[in-house]
């Protein structure tokens, strides 16, 4: 029983969300309470469609990420990929020093206001700390262990499979969690590119000084990021072998 | 059965190997000795081609090194390394199968290979096969990289230093009991070290190298007994010859004359022997029923002088 113990918050924060958002005039409600807003109810768009656009951006803009970060992170540590590594790994560095509301500002003349430009800059920003976990994970893997392996006779993919990925999947998923909880938070500014998301009501909230709309936006996001993080942090301790 | 012909290692003007020739013969353990930086660990690696060499040829049973696919030359060679380079992510089981893996082998078969070769090191299955290499000590972690090298059953066996960081004891420990392990399988093993003790007591064939070439090449009595130069005299030091003395059991010399006093154990080297007759002062020990003379000792090492 033991091991469901750490489900339990994780199940709470669910509960409370989806509370939020099937009973969102009652939040709202609640919210009215303490602060005062100028804005008539009824005349939004539903909180639950706004947190499910907010899911997609997401759910999307990070799985491209994985999937191109953990092949662009291993084809750098490769032999072959080896002379790209420090001039990519800077390129991929820079995309995530730029601001991303200047990135999305960017993004959008090049493919039009909607979710294809948000979805552009959330991958950019996702990929960097899935990069950089990648190769510094395979890198710490002990020289004696990968010469062994080589040794045996594994070929260059055998020792990838069998060694440097199941040894490196702790940094691997530690990046994904990284990527993942700041794009939570980054799609919310994606609204400014009409992308949609909990960003809407955040951005209006935030020009009409409404606190109202400014917390129904960023709590579920908040609560929405925590349970990310507690989630793939059970993951990794799942899928990666004890090394206290 | 393998056969270096005029190799030479060049690491961008350094020059690691200078055109080592040597030929090492079927069940042969032959031992690579040098100071460190001589080239020995580099000459171990350009057989298995983890080190590629710049000239010369080599070859592995009458095969071409260049002719074998390069995971397959080295599936055909157990490797065993100092730092025992063991998967900290699989268990002991898991470890040893890693080449019955790569070769596809069954299950089954697998699983009785993993129970056979932790008795051949000397590790009882049911306590290690699931532990992690975390869990076990230096000794015990190079017993199962010994394990995992001869897990596929390869005619030859390369060990780079394996006893090198174990604690002196368990070393010793761990020299004799892959002597009698390599006299039951008679693997073709090429053996590197800097110990001059472990090269003696192991060797068939020694193989003393320096800056990169062969200074001498022989039996251990040969390189002791005639070395060819104040290099190899001075490496093998003043007492060199005592440590030749380890190759030998002290029940092989063996006379019926009973004496007195605790009898040296079963597997005791005449050096140990001449040690006990050091410290007691006596020019004869006891050995389960009989003894080992002083003028024994002394009657071998002319007779490996003549």
Known sequence: MKKYLALIPIALLILLLGSMLIYSKGFEELLKTMFTSKFPEGSRTPLHVLFMQHMEMVVISSIMAIVFGISLGIFLTTSFGEEFKASLLKLVNLGQTFPSAALLALVVPIVGYGIKGALIALFIYALMPIVYNVVVGIEEVPVSVVEAARGMGMSEWETYRKVKIPLAMNAILGGIRTSTVINLSAASLAAAAGSGGLGVIVVNGVRTFDMVLILMGSIPVTILAVIVELTLEQIQKKLVYNNS | ?306
């Open chain 2, 1 to 306: 059965m393998i056969r270096l012909i005029d190799v030479f290692k060049d690491y961008e003007g350094y020059e690691a190997v200078k055109g080592i020739s040597l030929e090492v013969k079927e069940g042969e353990l032959y031992v690579l000795l040098g100071p460190s930086g001589c080239g020995k660990s580099t000459t171990l690696r350009l057989i298995n081609r983890m080190v590629e060499r710049t000239s010369g040829d080599i070859f592995v049973e009458g095969e071409h090194v260049d002719a074998i696919q390069v995971e397959t030359l080295r599936k055909k060679m157990g490797y065993v390394i100092q730092s025992t380079g063991l998967f900290p992510h699989m268990d002991v089981a898991a470890n040893i199968a890693t080449v019955p893996h790569l070769l596809k082998w069954d299950e089954k078969r697998i699983k009785e290979r993993n129970r056979e070769m932790l008795e051949l090191v000397g590790l009882d299955p049911e306590v290690y096969l699931k532990k992690l290499p975390r869990e076990l000590s230096g000794g015990e972690a190079q017993r199962v990289g010994v394990a995992r090298a001869l897990a596929a059953d390869p005619h030859i066996l390369l060990m780079d230093e394996p006893f090198g960081a174990v604690d002196p004891i368990s070393r010793l420990r761990l020299q004799k009991e892959f002597k009698e392990i390599q006299k039951k399988l008679k693997k073709t093993v090429i053996f590197v070290t800097h110990d001059v003790e472990e090269a003696l007591l192991l060797g068939d064939k020694i193989c003393i190298m320096r800056d990169g070439i062969v200074v001498q090449e022989g039996t251990p009595e040969q390189v002791i007994l005639k070395p060819v130069d104040q290099f190899v005299q001075d490496f093998f030091g003043k007492e060199g010859a005592l440590s030749l003395l380890a190759r030998f059991k002290a029940k092989d010399y063996k006379e019926e004359t009973r004496v007195e006093g605790e009898p040296l154990s079963d597997d005791a080297s005449l050096k140990e022997a001449l040690s006990e007759m050091i410290l007691r002062s006596e020019d004869r020990v006891a050995l389960d029923s009989g003894s080992i003379s002083l003028e024994a000792i002394m009657k071998l090492i002319r007779g490996e002088h003549g």
